[in-house]
């Protein structure tokens, strides 16, 4: 298990090595303004011109160019190799909320293993922000003010059973299980909520919304 390596009470940017659209950095600093680097993300946060609060990781994917850039004591290796430096990094880390860019787009095992260890709330709740789409765990129960045709898609990555208002196709205690039946491009009427049975399920709703799907996760 981690050490405790970063401690806020307000919610933290985690920036990871990954693809990442420039203005996807400064949207989310603007909302979470601790910066926090997995590994080789704290060469997209030099890039802007921030020095991270702690960079967190195994080091295989930082450069030594770019940890001669950063204070010795914002450093922290994690040598262990049985999980990924986004699992290292929400390990270590006691925050409200984390935003996390640079996860996403690039190789698809990387994403794969994101998503897998985004389910296992390893730490604080979490927002992956996408090109299209925020995704994030859904707790059991979470309401968004959407409105009438924005896409609500739900992937489960575990057996689990869920409830819904204020969608177009209603999921009436539908169970979902990887392999089964699964729950994308569904569509808001509306404001919508969900309601779990249990952990499992990722969410996926339009990026637009990502201030109001914070707001709505830090009242868990």
Sequence with gaps: MNKLIVDETRPITLVGGGELEPQDLKWALSLAPCLVAADGGAAHALAQNHVPKAVIGDFDSISPEIRDQIPADHLFHIA???????????????????????????????????????VQDLGPACILIGRHEVIFHLPQEISLPLVPGDIVSLFPLRQVQACSDGLEWPLAGLWMQP??????????????????????????????????????????
């Design 80 to 118: 262990e190799q049985d999980s990924t430096d986004f699992d290292k990094a929400l390990r270590s880390i006691r925050a409200p909320l984390v935003l996390a860019v640079g996860f996403l787009g690039g190789r698809l095992d990387h994403q794969l293993a994101v998503l897998n260890t985004l």
């Design 179 to 220: 392999g089964g039946q699964i729950g994308t491009s569904n569509r808001a009427l509306g404001p919508v909520t969900l309601r779990v049975e249990g952990p499992g399920l990722l969410g996926m709703v339009p990026r637009r919304y990502l201030p109001e799907l914070m707001s709505a996760l830090v009242r868990q």
